[in-house]
């Protein structure tokens, strides 16, 4: 890649997705040197595992595991990347706070790349860890496909 995405950058190319959308994450850091990424989501009651308990549910801790994976391999890549793998560790649950993603990427070899993520309460406390594996395959161009064999 030749150059370095910005926090701007970053979230502009997170903001693309509907899905991510829905979780409105926000980059908090870009840092090339460590290859990593931050970013920070906010407690939503729509995040809640049950109404009225402020904790949050699982499947949107796993969400923003996945989503700080992704885009920190992307650091490299310079877009995102298909999921191969996922992986979350629920260590204790997380009730009346906004969540911390910490991303780094673990390894990036030809086809595939491994990102280890931190999730952290507001006190910094980790409350769950994820790996996840991406492809990291150069697609063909779409105009490039033939299907006549």
Known sequence: MDKH???A???ALINQSRFHQLFQPEVQDVDYD???LIIKMAMSDHFERQPGTDQWHGGTISA???IAGCYCLSLL???PLPTINFRADYLRPAVGTDLT???RIRRAGRTVGVVDVDVEDDNQRLVAVGRACFSIQKRPP???TNSEG
């Open 5 to 7: 995405l910005t926090i």
């Open 9 to 11: 950058d970053m979230q």
């Open 34 to 36: 460590r290859l990593q």
């Open 64 to 66: 923003i595991i996945d």
């Open 77 to 79: 890549a310079g877009e």
């Open 101 to 103: 993603a910490i991303a």
């Open 142 to 144: 779409a105009a490039a």
